[in-house]
C-alpha cells in the first residue's frame, strides 16, 4: 500500500474573505491519535470499532459560525509543495 500524504504535514488556514479566523497542522494533534484514543474508549466499555464504522476525527481548526449570507474558505497545504482552497457559503 503507498502512502498517498502523511497527515501530519497538512496545514489549514480558515478565512472569511476579510481575516484569518483559525489555523493548524496536523502535527498539532495528528487525525490518526483521534481514532487511537476513541478505539481505546470504546474497549473500556467492551465495545470496538467495527470494519465500515465512520470515524469524524474532528478538524485542525476550531469551529466557526456560519452565518446566512456568510462564507468560509479554508486553504489545505501538504508540505508547501502543494494546496487546495475549499469555500461554503450560506443561502
Do not use: K
Amino acid at each position: 500500500m503507498t502512502d498517498l500524504m502523511a497527515l501530519d504535514t497538512v496545514s489549514v488556514r480558515l478565512h472569511d474573505g476579510r481575516r484569518t479566523l483559525g489555523q493548524g497542522v496536523g502535527a498539532d494533534g495528528h487525525p490518526l491519535d483521534a481514532v487511537a484514543r476513541l478505539a481505546r474508549e470504546l474497549t473500556a466499555f467492551d465495545q470496538r470499532l467495527e470494519a465500515g464504522d465512520l470515524v469524524i476525527t474532528g478538524g485542525l481548526t476550531a469551529a466557526c459560525a456560519l452565518g446566512v449570507g456568510g462564507r468560509l474558505s479554508a486553504r489545505f497545504s501538504v508540505d508547501t509543495v502543494s494546496s487546495m482552497e475549499v469555500a461554503v457559503r450560506h443561502h
